[in-house]
């Protein structure tokens, strides 16, 4: 299943309460928001493994974030370290742009630049969970049948099949916010702090 539509299935009325709650935002706005600011989340992570080294330095993130609750947005949404779990993910994948990418959801969305910001905080944990397992779940190499090739004969090009594939998700269901993936492109920052 794809993020977003994994994200939607759990987004019931009491998990978007807590969500318009921390934001400070109204239930129907924060619903509307939420595929923004995962569009604008993949999308920088996205251009993150496009860069020399990136797919590894993701994969070595991804590691850190498979286990736990982090599948579950209300629970991670209950959980008192995801302000601070979900800044430093930020600060991660997009650096000192990070206000610019809260602007541009918050312009899709209706929420403010604070609102939109914490949205994408709030979110971030639950992004590398999925994408963490979905990792997990990938073949090692192509000969498993998947269809997934890693470059360079490691395990790392394989995350951005799983990239593309939500990008094209995205692109089918909610595509008012796929243009998200390509502004990002002058924005993101590096990974890891490599390249702010």
Same mark, same amino acid.
């Given at each position: 299943?794809?993020?977003?539509?994994?994200?939607?299935?759990?987004?019931?009325?009491?998990?978007?309460?807590?969500?318009?709650?921390?934001?400070?935002?109204?239930?129907?706005?924060?619903?509307?928001?939420?595929?923004?600011?995962?569009?604008?989340?993949?999308?920088?992570?996205?251009?993150?493994?496009?860069?020399?080294?990136?797919?590894?330095?993701?994969?070595?993130?991804?590691?850190?974030?498979?286990? @736990? #609750? *982090?599948?579950?947005? &209300?629970?991670?949404? =209950? $959980?008192? !370290?995801? +302000?601070?779990?979900?800044?430093?993910?930020?600060?991660?994948?997009?650096?000192?742009?990070?206000?610019?990418?809260?602007?541009?959801?918050?312009?899709?969305?209706?929420?403010?630049?604070?609102?939109?910001?914490?949205?994408?905080?709030?979110?971030?944990?639950?992004?590398?969970?999925?994408?963490?397992?979905?990792?997990?779940?990938?073949?090692?190499?192509? @000969? #498993? *049948?998947?269809?997934? &090739?890693?470059?360079? =004969? $490691?395990? !790392?090009? +394989?995350?951005?099949?799983?990239?593309?594939?939500?990008?094209?998700?995205?692109?089918?269901?909610?595509?008012?916010?796929?243009?998200?993936?390509?502004?990002?492109?002058?924005?993101?920052?590096?990974?890891?702090?490599?390249?702010?």
């Amino acid at each position: 299943m794809a993020l977003i539509d994994l994200i939607q299935r759990q987004l019931d009325d009491n998990t978007v309460s807590q969500l318009s709650q921390q934001l400070g935002a109204d239930p129907n706005t924060t619903r509307q928001a939420v595929p923004a600011a995962l569009t604008a989340l993949l999308g920088g992570l996205s251009q993150n493994v496009q860069q020399p080294g990136g797919a590894q330095q993701l994969d070595s993130a991804l590691a850190e974030h498979a286990d @736990g #609750a *982090g599948g579950n947005l &209300a629970t991670l949404l =209950g $959980g008192g !370290a995801i +302000g601070s779990q979900g800044g430093g993910i930020l600060g991660h994948i997009f650096g000192n742009h990070q206000p610019a990418v809260a602007s541009q959801v918050g312009q899709r969305t209706g929420l403010n630049q604070s609102q939109a910001a914490r949205l994408l905080i709030l979110l971030a944990p639950f992004v590398l969970h999925y994408l963490a397992k979905q990792r997990q779940q990938q073949p090692v190499n192509a @000969g #498993a *049948g998947a269809g997934y &090739a890693p470059a360079g =004969g $490691g395990m !790392a090009g +394989g995350i951005t099949d799983i990239l593309n594939g939500e990008r094209q998700r995205i692109e089918q269901t909610h595509p008012q916010h796929s243009g998200l993936f390509d502004i990002l492109g002058n924005l993101a920052g590096g990974l890891l702090g490599g390249r702010r």
